[in-house]
């Protein structure tokens, strides 16, 4: 029988793409979403893909009362991977509680029927943005924190904290931290893809809803960084490689890995904000117009990975090349844009 896995937020951007790794490597996968950034046409897309439809409740993880009844309908999961959380780093400035109650409500939630119900594994949604502006780069996952810049990457920090103070408190759990870099691209069939609400405040949706016509330039924030080219640099890591991570880190729990493990999820290379654009060019031959804009406040000038830790103790590493990825989000947009 397959093993079965409680996926929160699964109908989000790299919650679906995870389901598709999941199905794909024999589990049996339960979304848990509100469906507060996301709608269900994600899990028709994983059904087409994969041929099998996770089955979905719409539940808000904050919601102690709610969320109970969904894991005492699945107590026989083995796992749970937490992705679901407010991601929008400035309207967590604009509203920090709600950010609070909505991404660590939920994880202590989440914390608090895993133990109630004995589902002793899982995967939590971590981010580089805990590392802040590093001392030294490639950094590794031994490199000092940094304070945290909004309350959205402070829900990070304190998330990781949270969970690493309930492992030692209660040893029947384990966890994975996942560190993700800057996640990139769609699932190469088109079915799933990131999408934004509104204006994107990342960069690649803003790539290519710029060269599909829906925005005018794409304003580059900053070109006199201390960077070889001046631009901000990145780790940007393919969508699907980030998806089959979760899977690498499930796998090492359920084999029996204990404690609390933290993984940086990267490629190990930097590409600087120009060296993308050209790069979404040469794989698209789709010109982005741009132009040079002011420095976005709080933007870290250069950061990528060391992810050997996940290479050695994981076995994965990233394999897609960017090429292929920021082909893969131009087909995606494409898609979505009913672009031929
Ligand atoms: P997303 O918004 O596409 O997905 C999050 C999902 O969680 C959505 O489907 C949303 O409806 C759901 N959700 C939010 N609050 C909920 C709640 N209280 N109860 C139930 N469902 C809820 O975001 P994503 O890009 O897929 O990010 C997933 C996770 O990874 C988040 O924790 C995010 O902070 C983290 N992360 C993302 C990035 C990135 O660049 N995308 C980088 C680092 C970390
Ligand atoms: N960026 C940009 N224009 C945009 C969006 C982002 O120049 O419209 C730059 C931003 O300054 C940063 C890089 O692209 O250097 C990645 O930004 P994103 O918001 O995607 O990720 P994060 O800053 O969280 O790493």
Redesign the pocket.
């Given at each position: 029988m397959s093993q079965k896995i409680i996926v929160?937020?699964g109908?989000?951007?790299?919650?679906s793409h995870t389901c598709v790794a999941l199905i794909e490597a024999g589990f049996e996968v339960v979304v848990?979403?509100?469906?507060?950034?996301?709608t269900t046409a994600s899990l028709d897309g994983v059904a087409r893909i994969t041929g099998t439809r996770p089955e979905f409740i719409n539940?808000?993880?904050?919601d102690i009362a709610a969320l109970r009844a969904a894991f005492a309908a699945h107590r026989d999961a083995v796992g749970v991977i937490h992705?679901?959380?407010?991601?929008a780093v400035g309207e967590s400035v604009e509203k920090p509680l709600l950010y609070y109650r909505?991404n660590l409500g939920?994880l202590i939630n989440v914390l608090d029927l895993m133990r109630e119900f004995d589902v002793p594994n899982i995967v939590f949604?971590?981010?580089a943005t805990v590392y802040g502006v590093p001392d030294t780069l490639p950094v590794t996952e031994e490199t000092p924190l940094q304070p945290a810049t909004s309350p959205y990457g402070a829900t990070k920090v304190m998330g990781e904290n949270i969970i690493r103070d309930a492992v030692r408190a209660y040893p029947q759990l384990r966890a994975t931290l996942l560190r993700?870099f800057?996640?990139i691209g769609a699932h190469p069939s088109a079915e799933i893809g990131e999408l934004p609400n509104g204006v994107p405040n990342?960069l690649m949706p803003y790539i290519t809803q710029t060269a599909a016509g829906i925005r005018e330039c794409l304003n580059i924030f900053g070109d006199d960084y201390d960077t070889p080219d001046g631009f901000c640099v990145r780790d940007y890591i393919d969508i699907n490689d980030l998806a089959r991570a979760h899977v690498a880190a499930l796998r090492h729990m359920l084999n029996g890995a204990d404690g609390v493990g933290t993984f940086n999820l990267g490629t190990g290379r930097g590409a600087s904000v120009m060296e993308l654009v050209n790069a979404f060019r040469t794989a698209t031959g789709v010109d982005v117009p741009y132009k040079i804009a002011a420095r976005r406040a709080g933007d870290v000038p250069a950061i990528w990975a060391n992810a050997d830790l996940a290479a050695r103790v994981l076995n994965w590493h990233a394999t897609v090349p960017l090429g292929e990825t920021l082909a893969s989000a131009w087909r995606w947009q494409k898609q979505v844009s009913g672009i031929k």
């Open positions: 929160t937020g109908a989000g951007y790299i919650g848990f979403d509100n469906l507060s950034n996301s539940v808000d993880c904050a992705f679901a959380a407010y991601k909505n939920g949604s971590s981010s993700y800057n996640p990342n």
